[in-house]
Protein backbone atom coordinates (compact mmCIF):
# COMPACT_ATOMS: atom_id res chain seq x y z
CA UNK A 1 0.00 0.00 0.00
CA UNK A 2 1.27 3.95 -0.65
CA UNK A 3 1.40 6.01 2.09
CA UNK A 4 0.57 8.73 -0.13
CA UNK A 5 -2.91 10.15 -0.53
CA UNK A 6 -3.80 8.19 2.72
CA UNK A 7 -5.39 8.70 6.22
CA UNK A 8 -3.59 7.45 8.91
CA UNK A 9 -4.40 6.85 12.71
CA UNK A 10 -1.32 6.88 15.01
CA UNK A 11 -1.65 5.39 18.87
CA UNK A 12 1.30 6.19 21.74
CA UNK A 13 2.15 9.55 19.01
CA UNK A 14 3.09 11.78 21.60
CA UNK A 15 7.04 10.37 21.80
CA UNK A 16 9.23 7.36 20.54
CA UNK A 17 8.10 5.10 17.70
CA UNK A 18 4.60 6.53 17.49
CA UNK A 19 6.09 10.00 17.12
CA UNK A 20 8.95 8.52 14.42
CA UNK A 21 5.52 6.99 12.41
CA UNK A 22 3.02 10.45 12.54
CA UNK A 23 6.45 12.10 11.30
CA UNK A 24 7.09 9.64 8.94
CA UNK A 25 3.97 9.40 7.34
CA UNK A 26 3.37 12.75 7.08
CA UNK A 27 6.60 13.17 5.19
CA UNK A 28 5.59 10.13 2.55
CA UNK A 29 2.54 11.74 1.66
CA UNK A 30 -0.34 10.84 3.78
CA UNK A 31 -3.23 13.34 3.41
CA UNK A 32 -3.93 12.95 7.35
CA UNK A 33 -2.44 11.90 10.29
CA UNK A 34 -4.28 11.84 13.81
CA UNK A 35 -1.89 11.39 16.30
CA UNK A 36 -3.64 9.52 19.82
CA UNK A 37 -1.58 9.18 23.13
CA UNK A 38 -2.83 9.72 26.48
CA UNK A 39 -0.54 12.78 26.56
CA UNK A 40 -2.99 15.10 24.70
CA UNK A 41 -0.44 17.71 25.14
CA UNK A 42 2.32 15.47 23.46
CA UNK A 43 -0.31 14.01 20.68
CA UNK A 44 -1.00 17.95 19.99
CA UNK A 45 2.80 18.99 19.71
CA UNK A 46 3.42 15.98 17.06
CA UNK A 47 0.42 17.10 15.02
CA UNK A 48 0.68 20.36 14.91
CA UNK A 49 4.49 19.85 13.75
CA UNK A 50 2.71 17.64 10.74
CA UNK A 51 -0.23 19.31 10.47
CA UNK A 52 -2.27 16.67 11.40
CA UNK A 53 -4.87 16.25 14.28
CA UNK A 54 -4.12 15.62 17.55
CA UNK A 55 -6.66 13.63 20.43
CA UNK A 56 -6.18 12.85 24.27
CA UNK A 57 -6.65 8.54 23.87
CA UNK A 58 -6.54 6.42 26.95
CA UNK A 59 -6.22 3.33 25.07
CA UNK A 60 -7.05 0.93 28.30
CA UNK A 61 -10.65 2.17 27.73
CA UNK A 62 -12.62 0.64 24.44
CA UNK A 63 -14.75 3.23 24.65
CA UNK A 64 -12.52 5.93 24.01
CA UNK A 65 -10.59 3.75 20.92
CA UNK A 66 -14.52 3.32 19.93
CA UNK A 67 -15.01 6.81 20.04
CA UNK A 68 -11.65 8.12 18.05
CA UNK A 69 -12.27 5.62 15.28
CA UNK A 70 -16.16 7.24 15.09
CA UNK A 71 -14.66 10.79 15.29
CA UNK A 72 -12.08 9.79 12.18
CA UNK A 73 -14.33 8.37 10.21
CA UNK A 74 -16.66 11.11 11.09
CA UNK A 75 -14.93 14.16 10.59
CA UNK A 76 -11.60 14.05 8.99
CA UNK A 77 -12.21 10.67 6.59
CA UNK A 78 -12.28 6.91 6.34
CA UNK A 79 -9.03 4.86 7.99
CA UNK A 80 -6.76 3.59 5.65
CA UNK A 81 -4.26 2.75 8.06
CA UNK A 82 -4.57 1.96 12.05
CA UNK A 83 -1.31 2.01 13.67
CA UNK A 84 -1.67 0.48 17.49
CA UNK A 85 1.74 1.34 18.51
CA UNK A 86 1.13 2.38 22.31
CA UNK A 87 2.49 -0.19 24.63
CA UNK A 88 4.28 -0.21 28.21
CA UNK A 89 7.26 -2.80 29.67
CA UNK A 90 7.06 -3.92 33.35
CA UNK A 91 9.50 -5.66 34.80
CA UNK A 92 9.81 -8.94 36.40
CA UNK A 93 8.38 -12.33 37.05
CA UNK A 94 5.43 -14.38 38.98
CA UNK A 95 5.58 -11.96 41.40
CA UNK A 96 4.22 -8.74 39.49
CA UNK A 97 1.27 -7.89 41.05
CA UNK A 98 -1.79 -8.72 39.55
CA UNK A 99 -3.07 -4.74 38.86
CA UNK A 100 0.25 -5.14 36.83
CA UNK A 101 -0.25 -8.13 35.12
CA UNK A 102 -3.72 -7.03 34.06
CA UNK A 103 -2.68 -3.15 33.03
CA UNK A 104 0.30 -4.42 30.46
CA UNK A 105 -2.24 -6.95 29.16
CA UNK A 106 -5.30 -4.36 28.56
CA UNK A 107 -2.40 -1.88 26.67
CA UNK A 108 0.37 -4.66 25.12
CA UNK A 109 -2.97 -6.73 24.12
CA UNK A 110 -6.52 -5.46 24.69
CA UNK A 111 -5.97 -2.33 22.77
CA UNK A 112 -4.86 -4.25 19.39
CA UNK A 113 -7.85 -5.80 19.56
CA UNK A 114 -10.29 -2.77 20.63
CA UNK A 115 -8.72 -1.00 17.45
CA UNK A 116 -9.15 -3.96 15.50
CA UNK A 117 -13.33 -4.56 16.47
CA UNK A 118 -13.73 -0.83 15.69
CA UNK A 119 -12.28 -0.61 12.46
CA UNK A 120 -11.35 -3.40 10.79
CA UNK A 121 -15.36 -3.97 10.08
CA UNK A 122 -15.56 -0.03 8.40
CA UNK A 123 -12.39 -1.27 6.63
CA UNK A 124 -13.99 -4.96 5.26
CA UNK A 125 -16.85 -2.46 4.22
CA UNK A 126 -15.38 -0.49 1.58
CA UNK A 127 -12.75 -2.97 0.22
CA UNK A 128 -10.04 -3.49 2.75
CA UNK A 129 -7.55 -1.34 5.04
CA UNK A 130 -4.19 -1.78 6.45
CA UNK A 131 -3.15 -2.59 10.30
CA UNK A 132 0.51 -1.65 11.38
CA UNK A 133 0.30 -3.36 15.44
CA UNK A 134 3.44 -2.68 17.45
CA UNK A 135 4.81 -5.51 19.14
CA UNK A 136 8.36 -6.62 20.01
CA UNK A 137 10.97 -9.12 19.07
CA UNK A 138 10.28 -10.15 22.58
CA UNK A 139 7.33 -11.04 20.90
CA UNK A 140 9.35 -13.72 19.21
CA UNK A 141 12.28 -14.50 21.00
CA UNK A 142 10.68 -13.66 24.79
CA UNK A 143 12.38 -11.07 27.13
CA UNK A 144 15.01 -11.91 29.82
CA UNK A 145 14.15 -10.44 33.24
CA UNK A 146 10.30 -9.15 32.21
CA UNK A 147 8.00 -12.02 32.00
CA UNK A 148 4.84 -9.78 31.58
CA UNK A 149 6.64 -8.00 28.69
CA UNK A 150 7.29 -11.34 26.91
CA UNK A 151 3.73 -12.82 27.51
CA UNK A 152 1.90 -10.01 26.07
CA UNK A 153 4.07 -8.83 22.79
CA UNK A 154 3.89 -12.78 22.54
CA UNK A 155 -0.21 -12.33 22.13
CA UNK A 156 0.40 -9.08 20.42
CA UNK A 157 2.35 -11.35 17.46
CA UNK A 158 -0.20 -14.31 18.04
CA UNK A 159 -3.37 -11.64 17.40
CA UNK A 160 -1.73 -10.05 13.90
CA UNK A 161 -1.15 -13.38 12.57
CA UNK A 162 -4.97 -14.00 13.55
CA UNK A 163 -6.14 -11.02 11.61
CA UNK A 164 -3.85 -11.31 8.63
CA UNK A 165 -4.98 -15.09 8.25
CA UNK A 166 -8.34 -14.32 9.11
CA UNK A 167 -9.61 -11.26 7.50
CA UNK A 168 -6.35 -11.51 4.47
CA UNK A 169 -9.61 -12.30 2.17
CA UNK A 170 -11.32 -8.86 2.48
CA UNK A 171 -8.60 -7.03 1.63
CA UNK A 172 -7.13 -6.40 5.18
CA UNK A 173 -3.03 -6.14 5.51
CA UNK A 174 -1.31 -6.31 8.26
CA UNK A 175 2.49 -6.14 9.15
CA UNK A 176 3.49 -6.17 12.91
CA UNK A 177 6.84 -4.17 14.01
CA UNK A 178 9.27 -5.99 16.58
CA UNK A 179 12.18 -4.50 16.71
CA UNK A 180 15.04 -4.88 19.88
CA UNK A 181 15.68 -1.83 21.42
CA UNK A 182 14.39 1.29 20.82
CA UNK A 183 16.23 4.98 21.72
CA UNK A 184 12.65 5.99 23.77
CA UNK A 185 11.11 7.11 27.19
CA UNK A 186 10.68 3.27 27.60
CA UNK A 187 14.61 2.46 27.34
CA UNK A 188 15.59 5.64 29.00
CA UNK A 189 17.43 4.38 31.98
CA UNK A 190 17.87 0.94 31.76
CA UNK A 191 21.10 0.98 30.62
CA UNK A 192 23.01 -2.30 29.64
CA UNK A 193 20.00 -4.93 28.83
CA UNK A 194 19.47 -7.90 26.80
CA UNK A 195 17.08 -6.23 24.32
CA UNK A 196 20.18 -3.72 23.10
CA UNK A 197 22.92 -6.38 22.74
CA UNK A 198 21.88 -6.08 19.11
CA UNK A 199 22.54 -2.01 19.32
CA UNK A 200 19.39 0.43 19.99
CA UNK A 201 18.06 1.97 16.82
CA UNK A 202 16.52 5.24 16.64
CA UNK A 203 12.81 5.84 16.40
CA UNK A 204 13.01 7.27 12.56
CA UNK A 205 14.85 4.37 11.13
CA UNK A 206 12.29 1.82 13.20
CA UNK A 207 9.16 4.09 11.42
CA UNK A 208 10.81 3.75 7.87
CA UNK A 209 11.47 0.13 8.01
CA UNK A 210 7.55 0.08 8.72
CA UNK A 211 6.69 2.39 5.87
CA UNK A 212 8.62 0.16 3.35
CA UNK A 213 7.12 -3.18 4.75
CA UNK A 214 3.67 -1.10 4.33
CA UNK A 215 4.67 -0.36 0.70
CA UNK A 216 5.89 -3.82 -0.11
CA UNK A 217 2.79 -5.14 2.34
CA UNK A 218 5.18 -7.44 4.43
CA UNK A 219 3.80 -8.89 7.50
CA UNK A 220 7.06 -9.30 9.85
CA UNK A 221 8.87 -6.04 9.73
CA UNK A 222 11.86 -6.71 11.39
CA UNK A 223 14.42 -3.19 12.23
CA UNK A 224 17.09 -5.42 13.59
CA UNK A 225 17.94 -8.04 10.86
CA UNK A 226 19.43 -10.46 13.36
CA UNK A 227 16.27 -11.25 14.59
CA UNK A 228 15.50 -13.18 11.46
CA UNK A 229 18.34 -15.65 12.63
CA UNK A 230 17.36 -16.25 16.01
CA UNK A 231 13.76 -17.05 14.99
CA UNK A 232 15.58 -19.60 12.85
CA UNK A 233 17.93 -20.83 14.98
CA UNK A 234 14.65 -21.07 17.99
CA UNK A 235 13.15 -23.34 15.45
CA UNK A 236 15.58 -25.39 14.45
CA UNK A 237 16.72 -26.24 17.99
CA UNK A 238 14.36 -25.34 20.80
CA UNK A 239 16.30 -26.80 23.46
CA UNK A 240 19.51 -25.26 22.63
CA UNK A 241 17.84 -22.63 22.15
CA UNK A 242 16.44 -22.61 25.44
CA UNK A 243 20.22 -23.51 26.65
CA UNK A 244 20.95 -20.29 25.38
CA UNK A 245 18.49 -17.85 26.57
CA UNK A 246 19.30 -19.27 30.09
CA UNK A 247 23.02 -17.90 29.06
CA UNK A 248 21.28 -14.76 28.73
CA UNK A 249 19.22 -14.50 31.73
CA UNK A 250 22.63 -15.42 34.21
CA UNK A 251 24.15 -12.09 32.62
CA UNK A 252 21.35 -9.57 32.10
CA UNK A 253 18.09 -11.97 34.38
CA UNK A 254 19.23 -9.24 37.27
CA UNK A 255 19.38 -6.19 35.32
Not at 140 to 148: E, T
Not at 219 to 229: A, D, K, N
Amino acid sequence: MEIAGTIVVVTGAAGGIGRALAQGFAAAGAAHVVCADLDGDGAGQVAAEIGGTGVQVDVTQEAQIAELVVMVEGQIGPIDLFCSNAGIFTPGGMEVANDDWQRIWTINVMAHVWAARHVVPLMIARGGGYLLNTASAAGLLNQIGAAPYGVTKHAAVGLAEWLAMTHGDAGIKVSVLCPQAVRSAMTDGMGENVAGIDGMLEPDVVAQACIEAIRDEVFLVLPHTQVRGYMQAKAQDYDRWIGGMRKLNRKFGAA
